[in-house]
């Protein structure tokens, strides 16, 4: 095997014998095939002239399958590959094409040792020159972003097909004998489609859930058995909170689920209690500790421990061997819970972890329902400047960089945030800014775009030219591949002199990262005194 697509690979170099993720070699050459057929599938759609809605959907689904702790099950991952194959020989045989992406012996592949067999020369160091592969997996790896976006937004009956061109369209381009400028233009494009993505998505989940709202979250514990929900997944969270009404038993976010917490439809569940724990990293302790089903909705399972593997559920992309898996909802109906819901009556209440209260809700429609407030302070001087540190967090202990950071930042500063990143810092107390809290919390990764909204607005306030002339400042952590495609929507909104950590990834060749500094100021970060110093002053 080969991977270096998160932040956490060996030696920030790349993972050759197992993942640090905890996924094995079998499974990472595996993930390369699915990518594999993904493009041979998308060269097909190409020589078609049109991208079918079923192709758009599979080459999603499949992307998002690959991205860092989604699916570590290799018998799951081989199902997708074949259904990819037969995808493949259908629309050839639709619209009669012929000569597609190397007819070559991986379609007549049978048995998992014949396909791992076939993997081995199409992974990612199938391409010689470093930098076109470094350009090729950057691509890759937002397309991988976007792709978990669009499969989100489409869950909940939003749709944009010229998303799913892209996608198709973006795998292409990795087959082809590109310029390092046409291949750099391919980048840029690929944050067009992100922005274009995360907004749809932002619009599924506000027309279907509500804008977020400010809101009180509690973090500790009640009485009732608790069934604890992780990932990004709101359409689960609903159907989850519907099958428990009246069973007795409360329901609890953990992780990127937190957000959740946020929004009008889900208030109206009196046993829906609160948030458990923090972020991904530290499930194989607080899952144990939780004592009843956790249902991990989409990326962020890390290998389950003995201790409770027992007591996880899988769904949606998300597998592991060995572990209870709750299949797709069929079209037009829900996922059936129950089997969670019925182990959770004989559970132990959660074990308390921690007491009091986080606050967050600020996606867009609330930040610029203050946006009067926000001006003023901005004005008069109160608030000296904005620092956006949304992303993600991991395990590395150089990533308490991030809380002693926001601790050593000025009071007159205010922290943007959203995604998992927020957890190094979100239960400080940093208090507020005439009223306004120092720590804004948008939600999700996926709600990036909100962050995106709230600079637009301000640009327009203040009747500026340019997004950077903005008291903006950029100190954003990344670990897997949804961060590549919010850096590369900023890439395209103008945005410049991003700092990027905890460490600049592995996937980019000195030659790119070159390209990335020259153009847009693209850094990395080295110490708290100093880079306080370089980014406010």
Not at 111 to 121: A, G, I, N, Q
Not at 281 to 301: R, Y
Not at 494 to 502: A, D
Request: glycine letters at 8%; proline letters at 3%.
């Amino acid at each position: 095997m080969f991977c270096y697509q998160c932040q956490e690979t060996l030696k920030n170099q790349g993972c050759t014998v197992n993942g640090i993720c905890g996924k094995k070699g079998t499974t990472a050459n595996l993930q390369d095939l699915l990518i594999y057929v993904s493009k041979g599938l998308s060269v097909v759609a190409e020589k078609a002239g049109t991208v079918d809605k079923e192709v758009g959907h599979y080459v999603a689904k499949a992307l998002f399958t690959t991205i860092t702790n989604v699916s570590f099950d290799d018998d799951r991952l081989l199902d997708i590959i074949k259904q990819g194959l037969a995808l493949r020989d259908k629309i050839k045989e639709k619209y009669n094409v012929t000569d597609a992406f190397h007819d070559c012996a991986i379609w007549n592949a049978k048995t998992k040792d014949e396909f791992l067999e076939k993997s081995v020369t199409i992974g990612v160091l199938a391409t010689e020159n470093e930098d076109i592969r470094s350009l090729r997996e950057l691509l890759i790896y937002g397309l991988k972003g976007i792709a978990a976006y669009a499969d989100h937004a489409a869950l909940l009956g939003f749709e944009d097909q010229s998303v799913f061109d892209y996608l198709i369209g973006g795998l292409v381009s990795t087959t082809k004998d590109l310029s390092q400028e046409d291949m750099v233009a391919n980048v840029l494009r690929a944050g067009e489609t992100a922005v274009k993505a995360m907004a749809i998505l932002d619009k599924a989940n506000t027309e279907t859930y509500g804008n977020p709202e400010i809101s009180e979250v509690n973090i500790g514990v009640g009485k009732n058995p608790g069934i604890l929900i992780s990932g990004h997944d709101l359409k689960d969270m609903e159907e989850l909170l519907e099958q428990t009404k009246g069973t007795g038993i409360d329901v609890y976010t953990h992780g990127e689920m937190l957000p959740a917490n946020y929004y009008p439809a889900f208030k109206k569940y009196d046993h829906f209690f609160g948030n458990y724990g923090n972020a991904w990293w530290l499930q194989d302790k607080e899952f144990a500790s939780f004592n009843g089903p956790i249902v991990m909705t989409t990326n962020c399972l890390i290998p389950p421990k003995d201790a409770y593997k027992d007591r996880v559920f899988t769904t949606g992309n998300v597998a592991f061997p060995d572990v209870k898996h709750i299949p797709d909802r069929e079209v037009d109906g829900v996922k059936n819970f129950s089997e969670a819901i019925e182990m959770a009556k004989s559970c132990q209440s959660p074990t308390e972890i921690e007491t009091g209260k986080i606050v967050g809700g600020f996606a867009h429609s609330q930040v610029l329902a203050l946006a009067d407030k926000v001006v003023d302070a901005i004005k008069s001087g109160a608030i000296k400047k904005f620092v956006v540190m949304a992303g993600c967090d991991g395990r590395q202990k150089d990533r308490n960089y991030y809380t002693e950071f926001a601790q050593k930042l000025s009071k007159d500063v205010i922290i943007l945030t959203a995604g998992c990143a927020k957890y190094r810092y979100n239960k400080l107390s940093l208090g507020d800014i005439d009223g306004i809290p120092r720590v804004l919390d948008a939600g999700q990764c996926n709600d990036c775009y909100s962050l995106v909204v709230i600079a637009l607005k301000l640009k327009e306030v203040f009747g500026l030219d340019d997004v950077n002339k903005l008291p903006i400042v950029y100190n954003v952590a990344w670990y897997e591949q949804k961060a590549v495609a919010v850096l590369l929507a900023l890439l395209h909104l103008g945005v410049k002199n991003v700092h990027l950590g905890p460490t600049i990834p592995a996937f980019l060749s000195p030659a790119v990262v070159k390209v990335l500094v020259e153009n847009f100021g693209i850094g990395g970060i080295t110490n708290v005194e100093d880079d306080i110093q370089a980014m406010i002053g």
